[in-house]
């Protein structure tokens, strides 16, 4: 499994090199003309969306905190604004392909097996950290459970460094949304769906993996901001209250489980080379999942933020 999702995803695409030239710069420009690289977990909208519902449900001196700490942040890899950092975490793995950034990659997800789901094991075994180690320097080994149990424990104290704080802020802002993507909570053998071909009318065929990522949350409309104030304004109070109980542990075990019963349980039979064709009826369920699980994320993520923060 050490090489999931490394080849999975779509080459970068005229939308996104846009993108990147308005919030990265110009290295960042470099890197996407010289790489044109895969996209992991939710792509950069799935992640803008739940750094959005977020921002709205932060208390007031969160939102102050969050956004001085963003505005002083000397690094040049994102805009320095909650949605654009929440992405920081995928570009930051993918600004140094052979280096010790990649120390971060399977800090994205959790690989619990569909037939056999252990968390402990997917956690590799749940690494302490050594006294003294941050986050950011803790062991490659480790999922993205404890990652954000970490990150969080670092944002919440004052005696963190303050360079170190922010890299708390950034991976928190993302990891919290890579969890709820079912796929980086689950496995069947096939690294998270990236191993399964599909198609699906009037969309490219790519990855299972990719269709979540991606596909599924284009559904809801073209532009992020639109897609978060959507979704946060059928947030009831209610479902709020509901969702923001509990840990990342569970947060994992209800991403899995609609990977197990949606995702996965619900595919079609595969033609004979392999490859499944969704019907309108998995795409309208992926649809409504992936509505649901940006929600949770952007609830989760401010319920976690509001704590560390207040
Ligand atoms: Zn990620």
């Known amino acids: 499994m050490l ?31 010289l ?17 959005l519902i977020a921002r709205s449900r932060l208390d007031p001196v969160a939102l102050q905190q969050v956004d001085a700490m963003l505005s002083a942040d000397p690094d040049s890899l994102t805009a320095h604004n909650i949605a654009d950092a929440a992405t920081w975490a995928d570009r930051f793995r993918d600004s140094d392909r052979e280096g010790a950034r ?10 619990l097996e569909i037939t056999a789901p252990d968390l402990d094991r997917a956690c590799f075994g749940h690494p302490s950290l050594p006294a003294g180690t941050l986050a950011s320097n803790g062991p490659a080994r480790d999922c993205v459970v404890d990652k954000i149990d970490e990150f969080a424990a670092e944002l919440a104290s004052p005696a963190t460094d303050p360079s170190e704080r922010v890299v708390a ?12 993507q079912p ?12 191993k399964k ?14 269709f979540w990522d991606t596909d599924f949350v ?22 709020a209250r ?6 990342p542990s569970d947060w994992a075990l209800e991403s899995f489980k609609v990977a197990k019963d949606d995702a996965y349980g619900q595919l079609p039979t595969p033609n004979a080379r392999g490859s499944y064709r969704l019907p309108d009826s998995y795409i309208a369920m992926a649809t409504r999942d992936v509505a649901s699980q940006l929600s949770k994320a952007g609830v989760r993520l401010a319920f976690m933020l509001n704590r560390a923060l207040k």
């Open 102 to 111: 990649q120390n971060t990659r399977q800090w994205h997800f959790v690989d």
């Open 3 to 33: 090489h999931r999702r490394w080849f999975a995803g779509k080459p970068m695409e005229n939308s996104d090199v846009r993108k990147s030239v308005k919030s990265c710069g110009a290295i960042a420009l470099a890197f996407s003309v």
């Open 218 to 239: 284009d559904q809801l409309g073209p532009d992020p901001k639109r897609i978060a104030a959507m979704l946060d304004a059928r947030i009831s109070a209610a479902d």
């Open 183 to 194: 796929l980086h909570a689950s496995d069947d053998h096939d690294q998270g769906g990236n």
């Open 197 to 210: 071909r599909a198609s699906a009318q009037g969309l490219k065929v790519g990855t299972l993996h990719h």
């Open 242 to 247: 509901t969702w923001a109980r509990g840990t």
């Open 35 to 51: 790489w044109s690289g895969p996209t992991f977990a939710w792509g950069d909208d799935g992640h803008e969306v739940i750094a």
């Open 169 to 180: 802020l950034k991976f928190l802002l993302h990891l919290v949304g890579d969890l709820h």
